[in-house]
Structures are given as C-alpha cells and as structure tokens.
C-alpha cells in the first residue's frame, strides 16, 4: 500500500508573507522544508506527500514548487491562484504547465469576505479549474462556510471539491451538531471529498485517536472510504503537537483497518491524479 500524505505544508516567512503568522505562533515563525520532516515521514511509513499552499499569494507556490523540483516524494501541489482574475489564473496555470500542481486553494476561513465562496466573479475562475482537471481545496472551517459546500458542489458539477480538516468538527467542546448535518448535506454531492486532517488542533489538550473517533466514524459513513484522504497538516498541526510521528499515530489508528487502504492513499491519488509512477 503507498501512503500519501495529502496535506503538508512548508512555508519561508523570509521570502513570503503569511498574514496568519503572528508573534505569537513561534513554533511556526521560521523556515520549515521538506528536509525537516523526511525522516518521520519515512518512520510512518509516508511515501508521498502533496504540499497545499499557506499563503493566498505567488511567492508561496512558487516555494512549494522549488521543493517539489527537488524532492521525488512529493507528488502534488496544491497551489494558488487569483481565482477572481481567470485571465491572470489562466497565466499562471499556464507558466507552472510542467510543474506537478494538482489543485487550487484560496484560504476562505481568513478571507474578509464570508460569502467569497459564492461570489460571481469566483465562479469564473472557479470554472477555469474544472476545464483545466485541477481539484479545488475548500477551507470549510466553520459552519457558515461548510453550508456553502452544497450550492458550491451543484453550482460546478464537474469540479471536485475537497473539505479540509473534515470542516473542523467541534472535538474540543465534545460538539456535534450542526457540523455532522452540514458535513453529511456536503457529502451528498458526488463531487465532493474530505480529508481526515487538522483535527489535533480542533481537539482538547492530551488528544488522542479515541478524541477523533466518532468524527472519523461519521466522516466514513456519509462520504465512504473512497472519498476521504488523509492528511498530516504539518507543520501547522505543531500547535497542538510534539512531532508528526504523533500526528500520524494518531489519525492512523482512528481510521478502521478496512478503510485504511483508500483514506491512506488510494483516494489522494485517485482525486489528485498523481503520477501512476510516483
């Protein structure tokens, strides 16, 4: 079985602006490459990752892609684009052509405007991605935002969206409704998938695979196996973590034995189009 791990990110705040990076967040306040993890990566048995953007501007894709040219193990990239300009989106689909991008993502949970998802002018661009096969990454982290999925996912039928971080279910307050309603309403869309990723940061402190469980399970029940991936998030998930191997651990033992083979690779490839090779 290959494992893919299809949310990793790797920023360089000396190069890039991330907006979200504040004084306060100094596990995070510093260059993170894909050398910093590979050997965990290799411990948990990780053969291939896809890196997803952590800035809504160039200079981060164009990092990620740098590592991606230097590193075979990672297999995609999920990049950003101003989905709002399709012409200039279109551009820039077109200079990274020979680049392993595999999809888009703008962060919706930091954009100022709430309802961007849903925007006219999004739909352009959004629209591009279909015609081009790119997937589409949705930031979903609150419930305003995952009820937007349906209208999204029937507004672009031929466009796959994926939920990050499961739409980031209420683990910490021990929460359920309306996020298991609104991630089932979302999961009625054919096209659209989720990743099981993220969750330690929405979890109390001294979570462990029994604090994801129920969320997992229901996760399984409304999209199946084959439309969820799993994901690390590091190294962002660093804020409520001592390592990745932790992470990891962690997500692998709440995902079933009989699911593991799609969650823990199978659907990333399948819906991100990796290279059969890799």
Known sequence: MTIVDAHQHLWNPATTDYP???????????????????????????????????????ADTENML???????????VVAWAPLTRPDDAAALLDRWAA???????????RDPDPK??????????????????LTFDVCAETPELLAQVPA?????????????????PPIR???WQPWASLLRDAAAAPNV???????????EEGWSAASFQPYVDH??????????????????????????????????????????????GATAARIYRLPPER
């Open 20 to 58: 979200w990076l504040t004084p306060d967040l100094t596990v995070l306040d510093r260059v993170f490459t894909q050398s910093d993890v590979a050997g965990e990566l290799r411990a948990a048995g990780v053969d291939l990752t896809v890196l997803v953007q952590a800035a809504d501007n160039v």
């Open 66 to 76: 740098r590592e991606a040219a230097l590193d075979p193990s990672i297999a995609g």
């Open 99 to 109: 680049t392993p991008i595999v999809g888009i993502r703008h962060m919706i949970h």
């Open 116 to 133: 961007w998802l849903l925007r006219a002018d999004v739909a352009d661009g959004l629209r591009l991605l279909a015609e081009r096969g």
């Open 152 to 168: 999204l996912a029937a507004a672009h039928p031929t466009l796959t969206l994926i939920v990050d971080h499961l739409g980031k």
């Open 173 to 175: 307050e021990r929460g």
């Open 193 to 203: 998938v989720a990743k099981v990723s993220g969750l330690n940061t929405a979890a």
């Open 219 to 264: 996760a399984l029940e409304v999209f199946g196996p084959d439309r969820l991936m799993y994901g690390g998030d590091w190294p962002f998930a660093l804020l409520a973590a001592d390592s990745y191997t932790q992470i990891a651990t962690a997500l692998f033992d709440a995902i079933p034995a009989t699911a593991r083979d799609a969650v823990l």
